[in-house]
């Protein structure tokens, strides 16, 4: 909304009017040369009739009409008004032409909400309810002052303390998350052992900065009127290499899972490479493909091609005949089926294409999830990790008395750990050379061109499932996709 003046927030007895709620809308701009609707229109409804903005004749000045907005804005010297006449008068002899031209056929003037012209000392009426609007939008201070205090009081109360607030309030959250007493957490770490996973991990969060350290070793009053997040820090700050010990202790209690999914990783990409090595069903696919190609390329630079890669089996379903429906990879399919043996198409209990590679592709579909990166930062992390806890074993802790029974618990668990992580490594490579051979036992000596070691993975997983949507839609419409009637060649 355009404005005259600055709203003033005084009631008619002199007093603050109460803050309500506020009403967001969009700016109007004044017409200069012509009047509006908000000229018949009182800003202000909340006075008396006959107080500050009555119409004429009440004692006060008005708002709309040609006396009220325009003519106190004229008396300001400014205002929307003035600025219109000002812009008028540098349109120049444009503007004196276009006059001369219109004198002829004088605009109409508008008629005010009763009928009357412009200057009729039309306004509008009516008062609206202060005390209800005031009631029902206006902001209660004693609920915003109450929920404030009740909000006060779900936070914890930081009472006496050393460190930053704001760390030390997220301290306090993990100690509930830990939800053990600084007695039991001592003698975990002194032992090696009795605290889960869930709790391990909060107190490797709790863990403090050296500046922070430094704070809580300086502070040598009453340790009792520390916040308890605050003690508890204090108090495992105590025991020799303390969050080192809940390091290795995490790792000791994650590392069987760890190694478990690794593992089954390795399996399932060694099995998929061994898939698309021996697979008959996806050899009998890709040569028919390679010879339908040919075939589509004579005449051009493409024809008389030996191999290509697998990325071409995803543009079969885009390539679509005459009839506007049949695809590329309907007639491929067909050829398939075209080339068994008359017995084999016939035989109800033979496999369609369908099941037949997904039988023989069935660790190429799960391969195709795996991210190659994660697993072999893994396998990296677990072999840093192992290194920590033999270097707090070993070296740390060793000659201190105190760490006798921590270390006595954790150093048969490194010696094993360390066979496993050797394992683990020789896996690594070995699966990593699979890939390798198999990347270039379909696309050849690639180089640096393949994004992703497991990029053929994805292509034939998403080929398999193009696929099944292809056969599907086709034994829909009634036609057989993948066995054909009577021994004859389904037409696709």
Not at 4 to 30: E, I, R, T, Y
Not at 46 to 67: I, Y
Request: charged share 25%; with cysteine.
């Amino acid at each position: 909304m355009f404005r005259q003046s600055a709203p003033v927030g005084v009631g008619k007895n002199g007093a603050p009017l109460p803050k309500l709620k506020p009403l967001h809308w969009d700016k109007v701009h004044a017409a200069p040369n012509w009047r509006m609707v908000w000229d018949w229109i009182r800003s202000s409804s909340f006075e008396e009739p006959g107080g500050g903005t009555g119409r004429p004749g009440g004692g006060g000045r008005r708002l709309g009409g040609v006396g009220g907005c325009r003519a106190a804005s004229e008396r300001r010297g400014g205002g929307f008004w003035a600025a219109g006449r000002r812009r008028a008068a540098r349109r120049g002899a444009r503007g004196a032409d276009a006059r001369r031209a219109g004198a002829g056929a004088r605009r109409m003037r508008p008629r005010g909400p009763r009928g009357g012209a412009a200057d009729s000392t039309a306004g509008t009426g009516g008062q609206l309810d202060e005390q209800m609007i005031e009631s029902l939008f206006g902001y209660n201070a004693a609920r915003c002052s109450a929920k404030h205090e009740e909000a006060q009081s779900r936070s914890p109360s930081l009472g006496h303390h050393v460190l930053d607030p704001k760390r030390l309030q997220n301290m306090t959250i993990l100690m509930k998350a830990v939800n053990a007493t600084a007695e039991r957490i001592y003698a975990a770490l002194m032992q090696g052992n009795g605290l889960s996973v869930q709790q391990l991990e909060a107190l490797i969060k709790m863990a403090p900065t050296k500046e922070e350290i430094d704070k809580l070793e300086g502070y040598d009053g009453d340790v009792g009127s520390l916040v308890a997040a605050e003690r508890l820090v204090k108090v495992v700050l105590t025991i020799p290499c303390a969050f080192a010990r809940v390091e290795a202790m995490l790792y000791r209690e994650t590392f069987a899972n760890e190694v478990s999914h690794i593992r089954k990783s390795f399996e399932m990409l060694e099995n998929a490479c061994r898939e698309l090595m021996s697979s008959k069903l996806f050899l009998k696919l890709l040569e028919v493909v390679l010879k339908t190609g040919n075939r589509m390329n004579v005449r051009t630079a493409r024809g008389g091609a030996m191999a290509f890669k697998l990325d071409t089996l995803l543009k079969l379903a885009d390539v679509k005949g005459t009839d506007g429906k049949t695809t590329l990879l309907h007639f491929v399919v067909q050829e398939m089926i075209r080339s068994q043996k008359p017995a084999a198409r016939a035989a109800e209990a033979a496999p369609d294409i369908v099941t037949g590679l997904a039988a023989e592709l069935t660790n190429v579909r799960r391969t195709a999830t795996v991210d190659l990166d994660v697993l072999t930062t893994s396998v990296s992390g677990l072999s840093q990790g192992l290194s920590r806890s033999r270097a707090l074993v070993g070296a740390d802790l060793a000659g201190d008395e105190r760490g006798r029974r921590f270390v006595a618990l954790m150093a048969p668990f490194v010696a094993q750990a360390g066979e496993v992580i050797r394992e683990l490594e020789d896996g690594e490579r070995r699966v990593l050379a699979h890939v390798r051979d198999i990347t270039e036992y379909y696309h050849g000596d690639v180089g640096r061109d393949e994004a992703s070691p497991l990029r053929i993975f994805v292509i034939v997983r998403d080929f398999l499932a193009m696929l099944e949507r292809v056969c599907k839609e086709v034994r829909g419409a009634g036609r057989g996709c993948c066995h054909g009637s009577n021994g004859a060649p389904s037409n696709v």
